[in-house]
């Protein structure tokens, strides 16, 4: 190889201006994977070689030159997009986001919260037995799958089973009591 791929002791902007350009097709391919912006990839890669003038007494004589221009142009985009985040959380003032720490917004309440004692209990007496017997050991009573398994001498697979075809069936049958098919 020709002297100018090995950089004399200290490379200098003139070694960095003679080696830089051969580097920039896969330094613009990169920033353009990294962007998907022809533009902001092509302002990502002036500034590559911009802080790789800077950072040359930092190269290391010996390593890949196109690796560490690559790492430059990596680096310069993480701290962008962090930049960039930054910035988004900027826009919030610091009155409105204390108002909006010091009252949040009330959340709406799921639709199974609507639902009464009676209107549970009505559906679990039109379900199957085997169903609503794993079901109300487990919901109401808060047994675990072994208590449940050994109280009733059933595997812990079928209780598990058992308690989602309860689960589905109340679905179905309280579904539209919540959403005001049926009182």
Known sequence: MDSRHFPPSAP?????????????????????????????????????????????????????????????????FIDQCRSSARGQRADVSAEDLQERVAAPEPEAQPAW??????????????IPEEFRLVYQLHSLEGRSYIEI???????????????????????????PVVSGGEA
Do not use: M
Request: proline fraction near 4%; aromatic fraction near 6%.
């Open 12 to 76: 200098d902007s003139a070694w960095f201006a003679a080696n830089a350009p051969e580097h920039e097709p896969v330094l613009r391919a990169a920033a353009l994977k990294l962007c998907r912006n022809a533009s902001e990839a092509s302002d990502l890669v002036q500034e590559t070689f911009k802080r790789g003038l800077e950072k040359l007494g930092g190269y290391k004589r010996g390593t890949d030159f196109r690796a560490w221009l690559l790492s430059i142009l990596r680096n310069l």
């Open 113 to 126: 919260a609507a639902i009464s004692p009676e209107q549970l209990r009505e559906a679990l007496e039109q």
């Open 149 to 175: 398994s050994e109280r009733l001498g059933i595997p812990k697979a079928t209780v598990g089973t058992r308690l989602i075809r309860a689960r589905r069936r109340l679905k179905e049958l309280l579904l």
